[in-house]
C-alpha cells in the first residue's frame, strides 16, 4: 500500500516562505511525475508545479518566478519552496504522484494560510 505524506505548511505573513516536502512510502516504482496541486473552497484543484522523471518542470502562471518544485534524493521525494508568499496563495496543497500504468496516487492535502 502506497503511502503519501505531505509536510511543511503553516501560517505565514505575505513576503514570507514556506518550504513543503512530499514522499512516498510502500511504493516500489519511480513516478512517472510528481506534481502539486492546490484548492480553495468552491474552486477547482489547480496545478501549482510538476516535475518529471526527465526533470522537467513546469508551473501554474500564478506562481512562475516565486516557487520552485525539486526531487530529493530519496526516491520520490520531492520540495516545493515557494517565496514572496501572497494571501491568495492561501489553499489546502495536494502532492500528486503519477505511477503511470500502474494508476495515481493523491496526498491527503496540507494547509497553507498566508496573512495579509
Known amino acids: 500500500q502506497v503511502q503519501v505524506v505531505e509536510s511543511g505548511g503553516g501560517l505565514v505573513q505575505a513576503g514570507g516562505s514556506l518550504r513543503l516536502s512530499c514522499a512516498t512510502s510502500?511504493?516500489?516504482?519511480?513516478?512517472?511525475?510528481i506534481s502539486w496541486y492546490r484548492q480553495t473552497p468552491g474552486k477547482d484543484r489547480e496545478l501549482v508545479a510538476s516535475?518529471?522523471?526527465?526533470?522537467?518542470?513546469d508551473y501554474g502562471h500564478s506562481v512562475v518566478g516565486r516557487f520552485t518544485i525539486s526531487r530529493g534524493n530519496a526516491k520520490n521525494t520531492v520540495y516545493l519552496q515557494m517565496n514572496d508568499l501572497k494571501p491568495e496563495d492561501t489553499a489546502v496543497y495536494y502532492c500528486?504522484?503519477?505511477?503511470?500504468?500502474?494508476?495515481?496516487?493523491w496526498g491527503q492535502g496540507i494547509q497553507v494560510s498566508v496573512s495579509s
Open positions: 500528486h504522484y503519477d505511477f503511470t500504468p500502474w494508476g495515481v496516487k
Open positions: 510502500g511504493s516500489t516504482f519511480v513516478a512517472n511525475s
Open positions: 516535475l518529471n522523471s526527465r526533470g522537467s518542470t
